[in-house]
């Protein structure tokens, strides 16, 4: 999916300060990005890499990384996937079996938990010729036709990564020639900032105050 920030009519960057303004009244320590004309925020969170970029377009584009791949809990993966793809909150149930197996992957044990739960998933393979290579990663989306509720990708290092374009998604139910710059900037700026502080907060112990901590 395509996060560069677009030209538009808007001001330009006025949907990324829409939702780094939501994101910080949620409670999270947000810091711009560098480059003025950047469009990724970084999300200060103990033992791990967070960011988020968003397009002018309509694009949002939320990772997730530990530090370390010894830190990364799948059981939580799959929870960050379905919340962020479903919407649904609250204990999410253990359907998987890839935990009980031996020899399985963390991406498998995520991917298994996942699909039992109803999410397609998808194994993508992607070779380095130069350095004779593979790299491995689950994609999972919501069955169905249409984006419904964008993509998550997850690796054996524990990232996690969400994309969804919301103003693809807003030009497919309204029909054709409706395709361009996103004119609802604070409704979408709405949706990325409630999808990425559901997330959080499964990532957030009960009662956690703000940190700085990056």
Known sequence: MNTA????????????????????????????????????????????????????GGSAEWEYWPWSADDADPGLTADLATVLLTGRTGPQPRLGSGHQRENV????????????????VELAVYCDETAFDVFAE??????????????????????????RDYLAEAAALSGPGLVGQATDQAGIAGLV??????????????????????
């Open 105 to 120: 992957t963390f991406k498998g044990i995520v991917g298994l938990e996942l699909k039992a739960r109803g999410l397609d």
């Open 138 to 163: 689950i994609i999972v989306t919501v069955p169905g036709p249409g984006d419904g509720g964008g993509q998550v990708c997850v690796a054996d290092d524990g990232g996690l990564t969400w994309t």
């Open 5 to 56: 920030c677009l030209a538009g009519r808007t001001a330009p960057g006025e949907l990324l300060r829409l939702v780094a303004d939501g994101l910080a009244g949620a409670g999270l320590d947000v810091r711009p990005p560098a480059d003025a004309d950047g469009c990724r925020l970084d999300i200060a969170w103990p033992g791990a890499r967070c960011t988020l970029t968003v397009g002018e």
């Open 193 to 214: 900032v409630e999808a990425v502080t559901r997330a959080t907060a499964l990532l957030r112990p009960a009662g956690a105050e703000r940190t700085g901590d990056g």
